[in-house]
């Protein structure tokens, strides 16, 4: 069984920055992919970035090029998801996702809340105007 603590959310103002983490364990670390996903209060579970098992692909979503930056530590079983710039729009519950599935560096499914198996509790970030 895989469990997943997010960690780092919080209020911040616009403009400002914050860095969420994800604290694996149950299966291999770097046997996982993973990704961050977000979702605003009535809408979907919408995708944000996503990383391969050993750091070497990274994939976002266009909202949050530029401001975001995601990492993983094998070595400490984590995953980063920093987020520079922040709008109120990024405002959401951000929960961490991993996946054991192989996936090619162009597919679709990095993207898809469907190809992710194992989920956070999630993280609140509220960005203030």
């Known amino acids: 069984q895989v469990q997943l603590v997010e960690s780092g959310g919080g209020l911040v103002q616009a403009g400002g920055s914050l860095r969420l983490s994800c604290a694996a364990s149950g299966r291999t670390f770097s046997s996982m992919y993973m990704g961050w996903f977000r979702q605003a209060p009535g809408k979907e579970r919408d995708f944000v970035a996503a990383?391969?098992?050993?750091?070497?692909?990274?994939y976002y979503a266009d909202s949050v090029k530029g401001r975001f930056t995601i990492s993983r530590d094998n070595t400490k079983n984590t995953v980063s998801l920093q987020m520079s710039s922040l709008k109120p729009e990024d405002t959401a519950v951000y929960y961490c996702?991993?996946?054991?599935?192989?996936?090619?560096?162009?597919?679709?499914?990095?993207?898809?809340?469907?190809?992710?198996?194992?989920w956070g509790q999630g993280t609140q970030v509220t960005v203030s105007s």
């Open positions: 990383i391969s098992r050993y750091g070497g692909s990274t």
């Open positions: 996702a991993v996946d054991f599935r192989y996936r090619s560096s162009d597919s679709s499914s990095w993207f898809h809340s469907r190809s992710y198996d194992y």
